[in-house]
């Protein structure tokens, strides 16, 4: 997907939930529910207002931000090689923050449902997209797995985001299954993630090391 398009879609995304935001603005309760627990029982509320027009906000904040990151990279050029597949990441991670922010809009409105069944497989999905990404990614020093060692050769960034395309579309992949573990269900996520998280920090660390050798 091309740069245009994607900020044009993206944007129609932002604008139509602020438009449906301000439509069932005077039927949701204030304050409302916006944070729940492991056992998906509400433990945390906002004000409306913030309620209902924080997140495509941020969405925009952030879509401002994905755009401005290739034009402050250094290595700007290497971004430019999977530019299309950074561009649908975008569209993808504005999708996701809309299907969160609907999700809290139709609990608020009544709705009965339960919402970490009605997140993970959303969550799941990006992951696998992650690691989708992280195999074509260049090396860069906003887009990736950017540790000391991946940042200093081609070889070690190469290598380690190859192992990190499998173990987030793994982590994806359990995710998903998680949906169907009640309120263990947040365990399916953290522990992926975290553990592959420091396992390719350790991992870039331990390639960095070989290849100096």
Partial sequence: MNTKRTLVFASIIILLS???GALVYNQLPDPMASH???NDAVNGYMGKFWGV???PLVSLGLLGLFFAIPQLDPL???IAEFRETYNLFILLMVMFMTYVWALTIF???GFNFRMGSALL???GLL???IGYMLRTAKRNWFVGIRTPWTLSSDKVWQETHRMGAKLFMLSGVVTIVGVFFGEYAIWFTLVPILGATVFLYIYSYLLYQSETK
Avoid: S
Wanted: hydrophobic share 70%; glycine share 4%; charged share 10%.
């Fill in 76 to 78: 700007k050029e290497n």
């Fill in 18 to 20: 602020l438009l449906a």
């Fill in 127 to 129: 992951f696998i997209f």
């Fill in 53 to 55: 027009f924080m997140m």
């Fill in 36 to 38: 729940w627990g492991a």
């Fill in 107 to 109: 609990w608020n409105l």
């Fill in 121 to 123: 497989p959303a969550m």
